[in-house]
């Protein structure tokens, strides 16, 4: 190693030992007002970043590269909509962030495996660049890289195929009311435009639902 400040080295490593902390924090802040918009929060199985590497040979996957934390509608898990808000203090694989970043996701989930991890952060995958931001992003698939891996889980798992998906930097969300009024607000009002029917924000049956379960 070289020679450096060990202090400074000490205060780095808390100072990302408190950002964790913080946006860990700040995705929990959600949970309140998203249960009074009707939604509830994953399983607790659920993991909140990826899966660290215990190799030495790997030592660049200890720093997990998202934060998320996923919510469906409560009492509808049956319609399978998925809503994801997520910290992204990195990009360790496209490399195009210029500063941490936090997204919002909706979509409808046709999987429960490990994709639902990684797809609702697919604004950061896609040809176009991330943003603009605080605007609604329809991502569909070819909007994406053509990786086969991208295309091949986005057509199975997004239902409508379409992803709706807005992204912010993380430094504007400083409490509840921006938590709220940058991210959760936005994503909820957002409408699926390829979707035969819209769906409700408000946690309520629409009468098209009704209608499909009758």
């Given at each position: 190693?070289?020679?450096?400040?060990?202090?400074?080295?000490?205060?780095?490593?808390?100072?990302?030992?408190?950002?964790?902390?913080?946006?860990?924090?700040?995705?929990?802040?959600?949970?309140?007002?998203?249960?009074?918009?009707?939604?509830?929060?994953?399983?607790?199985?659920?993991?909140?970043?990826?899966?660290?590497?215990?190799?030495?040979?790997?030592?660049?996957?200890?720093?997990?590269?998202?934060?998320?934390?996923?919510?469906?509608?409560?009492?509808r898990?049956?319609?399978?909509?998925?809503?994801?808000?997520?910290?992204?203090?990195?990009?360790?694989?496209?490399?195009?962030?210029?500063?941490?970043?936090?997204?919002?996701?909706?979509?409808r989930?046709?999987?429960?495996?490990?994709?639902?991890?990684?797809?609702?952060?697919?604004?950061?995958?896609?040809?176009?660049?991330i943003?603009?931001?605080?605007?609604?992003?329809?991502?569909?698939?070819?909007?994406?890289?053509?990786k086969?891996?991208?295309?091949?889980?986005?057509?199975?798992?997004?239902?409508?195929?379409?992803?709706?998906?807005?992204?912010?930097?993380?430094?504007?969300?400083?409490?509840?009311?921006?938590?709220?009024?940058?991210?959760?607000?936005p994503?909820?009002?957002a409408?699926?435009?390829?979707?035969d029917?819209?769906?409700?924000?408000?946690?309520?049956?629409?009468?098209?639902?009704?209608?499909?379960?009758?």
């Open positions: 190693m070289t020679h450096v400040d060990g202090k400074a080295v000490l205060e780095a490593i808390l100072y990302v030992r408190d950002f964790h902390r913080t946006a860990a924090n700040m995705l929990l802040a959600a949970d309140g007002p998203l249960s009074e918009r009707g939604w509830a929060p994953h399983s607790t199985a659920w993991k909140p970043i990826p899966a660290a590497t215990r190799s030495l040979q790997h030592a660049g996957r200890w720093l997990p590269h998202y934060i998320l934390r996923q919510y469906y509608r409560e009492n898990r049956d319609d399978r909509e998925l809503l994801s808000l997520i910290v992204v203090p990195y990009d360790p694989i496209d490399q195009r962030l210029e500063e941490p970043l936090c997204l919002a996701s909706r979509m989930a046709l999987t429960d495996g490990d994709e639902l991890y990684w797809l609702p952060q697919l604004q950061l995958r896609t040809k176009a660049a943003g603009p931001f605080g605007e609604i992003r329809h991502i569909t698939k070819p909007d994406l890289n053509p086969p891996a991208r295309l091949q889980h986005f057509e199975a798992s997004v239902g409508g195929g379409e992803l709706l998906s807005l992204a912010v930097p993380l430094m504007t969300i400083t409490d509840e009311t921006s938590l709220v009024a940058e991210l959760i607000k994503i909820l009002d409408q699926y435009r390829g979707l029917r819209e769906s409700s924000t408000s946690g309520a049956p629409t009468a098209t639902d009704q209608e499909d379960r009758g």
